[in-house]
């Protein structure tokens, strides 16, 4: 009896291991699709520690070539033999390119390094293990300051780090970069070197490349138009990829602290953190950037730059520090962003010489010709309104608005949030305005509770007769179009 127990229980052993190894192997392998100049597409599940000359021997076949005679791209370098997955910055679905290794013919002239020798013999790491967050700095005195530090291993051993804001996961995320060719996007392209700073990733046609793409006319524009340049995009590095078109926008303002820079609000020593563009790099940690944000947001203090648009600059005053990429304003909440892109909105319609719509609720911009002063509302809620005032469009002049005097002294102190709560006649005033609409003679509020769009002031001494609809003297034109409605 113990002999049969012993072996049920190890079968039920071994049963359990063959389970968990599989799911261990399902879990763990790569699904990848390798791409040929040909524009065939394979899909293939991948370990993560195979090197590249095992992927090579598992696509020369599907091209009807040998392992030697094929080369594999990813980001803009040929990935060299000894390379393994794991060291590239993949994920699930990401795409390899899988090309025919063409010699190239050196004219008598040309000269190469010893590097670059090397480097056609054998390939070269992935462009995520050749660029470091020291080299990738786009101040020389950071540079110069890191250098600076005793003990620079730690640094230095560091991957560069991107973030992006993701349009899928619609937040802050990690990133990768990615490289294609510039004329006809094509992800089979190597580089000749690699960037150096955030500029040559942002700016066009900083860094040569060469494209493997076998299109005939991407060949024939390389020949005859310019060299072959780089683009540099980038990807959420959180989700499975979506294809070449899953694209993230780079958050370059957002670092490492790889210095432990401490907040220039709080203080604190965190990581990630903001940094300014500014000559003095001021930094400051996420939470007090959302804080400033917040507040310059609701006392309505950003700037509407020419080139950059809706935006800030350094809390610290420094000259030259405009955000120039608004998407850094996506940290904020989607309620929060909605509120900043319509006040960006509504300054630029107002820098544009145009109006809002002063009816509450609605607040529409209005583009209008420089001497037209009765504005209407057309697209929005239909107010016809004076351009001068802002008040429903009369006839004469504009009357001033009363000025309270708030001159004085006052021997205690008020808390504004309750003082705001305090007002008791806040509410009579927004219904009013809400509900009714101005004589143009006289100017006295009217409500209209029913019948025709033919008004009659009752003020005494006025008497004026006048449209509902239009605000204006009451007119044929007026009974023959919106009488009744």
Known sequence: MSFLLNFIR???????????????????????????????SLSVDLDPQWDIKNVKQLVAPQLGLEPE???????????????????????????????????????????????EEVEEESGSKPLCETLSDLTFSTSEDDVETVHNISDTSDVVKNRVHFFVFCPTCKALKSGK???????????????????????????PKRITGLCENSDENCANILQNVEPTFAEFYFKCS??????????????????PNIMEVPCLACADV????????????????????????????????????????????????????????????????????DQYQRFATEEFVLQAGGVLCPQPGCGMGILADADCTKITCINGCGYVFCRMCLQGYHIGECRTPDVTNSA????????????????????SK?????????????????ERDGGCMHMICTRAGCGYHWCWVCQVEWSTDCMASHWFG
């Open 10 to 40: 190890n079968i039920l052993h071994s049963m359990l291991q063959f389970f968990s190894f599989g799911k261990n192997k399902l879990t763990n392998s790569l699904n990848i699709y390798i791409k040929t100049n040909t524009g065939k």
């Open 69 to 115: 005679e094929v080369k594999i791209i990813f980001a803009g370098k040929e990935l060299g033999d000894t390379i393994t997955l794991s060291e590239c910055d993949l994920g699930q679905q990401s795409i390899l390119h899988a090309v025919k290794i063409n010699k190239r013919i050196k004219l008598p002239s040309q000269s190469t390094s010893l590097q």
């Open 177 to 203: 970069i990615r490289v294609r060719c510039h004329f006809c996007k094509s992800g089979a392209f190597t580089v000749h070197w690699d960037p150096q700073g955030w500029e040559d990733v942002l700016e």
């Open 238 to 255: 959180e989700h499975t990829s979506l294809g070449e078109k899953d694209q993230s926008v780079p958050l370059y303002h957002i670092r």
């Open 270 to 337: 965190c990581d990630p953190v903001f940094v300014f563009q500014c000559a003095e790099r001021h930094v400051t940690c996420l939470d007090c950037f959302r804080q400033y944000c917040r507040t310059r947001l609701m006392d309505r203090q950003f700037w509407q730059h020419p080139e950059f648009g809706y935006t800030l600059g350094c809390p610290a005053g420094c000259a030259d520090s405009f955000i120039t990429e608004i998407h850094h304003f996506r940290l904020l909440t989607d309620q929060q962003y």
């Open 408 to 427: 004085g002294s006052c021997s205690y102190s008020v808390d504004p949030a309750r003082a705001a709560d305090a007002r008791w006649d806040e509410a």
């Open 430 to 446: 927004v219904a009013i305005k809400v509900l009714t609409k101005p004589c143009p003679k006289c100017r006295t509020p009217t």
